[in-house]
């Protein structure tokens, strides 16, 4: 999983962090959709511990948009 400056595939990389791992998330925007495993999400998760924008899919909750996270 990669971390991007920007809530889009081609921004520039910043992190790669191990998984499974506990993450901050504070806001989240819409962008373009990633499919993972059958699973596809137009939503990104900002990690400010990172510097980055994770697509949701990562983030181990059932709902697409991160319930209680608000918009970046």
Do not use: I
């Given at each position: 999983?990669?971390?991007?400056?920007?809530?889009?595939?081609?921004?520039?990389?910043?992190?790669?962090p191990p998984g499974p791992t506990?993450?901050?998330?504070?806001?989240?925007?819409?962008?373009?959709?990633?499919?993972?495993?059958?699973?596809?999400?137009?939503?990104?998760?900002?990690?400010?511990?990172?510097?980055?924008?994770?697509?949701?899919?990562?983030?181990?909750?059932?709902?697409?948009?991160?319930?209680?996270?608000?918009?970046?």
């Open positions: 999983m990669s971390l991007r400056k920007q809530a889009t595939t081609a921004s520039a990389r910043v992190a790669s506990t993450v901050r998330v504070t806001c989240q925007v819409r962008g373009r959709s990633v499919t993972y495993n059958g699973l596809t999400n137009d939503a990104r998760a900002y990690l400010p511990d990172y510097g980055g924008y994770l697509p949701s899919l990562f983030v181990d909750v059932p709902e697409a948009w991160l319930p209680g996270v608000p918009t970046c």
